[in-house]
Nanobody, 113 residues
Framework: AQIAESGGGLVQPGGSLTLSCVGS????????MSWYRQAPGKEREFVAT????????EYAASVKGRFTINKDNTKNTVYLHMNSLNSEDTAVYYC???????WGQGTQVTVSS
């Protein structure tokens, strides 16, 4: 199984960014998918999750109302749309399948002016 994240980069405070995560080698449409992040010197933390069918979403309190997770089973892809970014969102963002079953390598998001 493989998970590949993309879409990270440098963005100014208040800006937006969309991360993508493509899964392969496992039945993507059967798996709930999640995003986590890890800032320097901090533990990895939960950001958002979406159920297998893509209709049920949950978010961490710190991102609720700013981030949106979506899942496209026809493309084996899950997205994280991030708005109103601030410096506290700076982290490496990881995509995860199932209950911590498969992880990607992460993509760096830096929010800075």
């Amino acid at each position: 199984a493989q998970i590949a994240e993309s879409g990270g980069g440098l963005v100014q405070p208040g800006g937006s960014l969309t991360l993508s995560c493509v899964g392969s080698g496992f039945p993507f449409n059967w798996y709930k998918m999640s995003w986590y992040r890890q800032a320097p010197g901090k533990e990895r933390e939960f950001v958002a999750t979406i159920n297998a069918a893509g209709g049920i979403r949950e978010y961490a309190a710190s991102v609720k109302g700013r981030f949106t997770i979506n899942k496209d089973n026809t493309k084996n892809t899950v997205y994280l749309h991030m708005n109103s970014l601030n410096s506290e969102d700076t982290a490496v963002y990881y995509c995860e399948a199932g209950d911590r079953e498969y992880w990607g390598q992460g993509t760096q998001v830096t929010v800075s002016s």
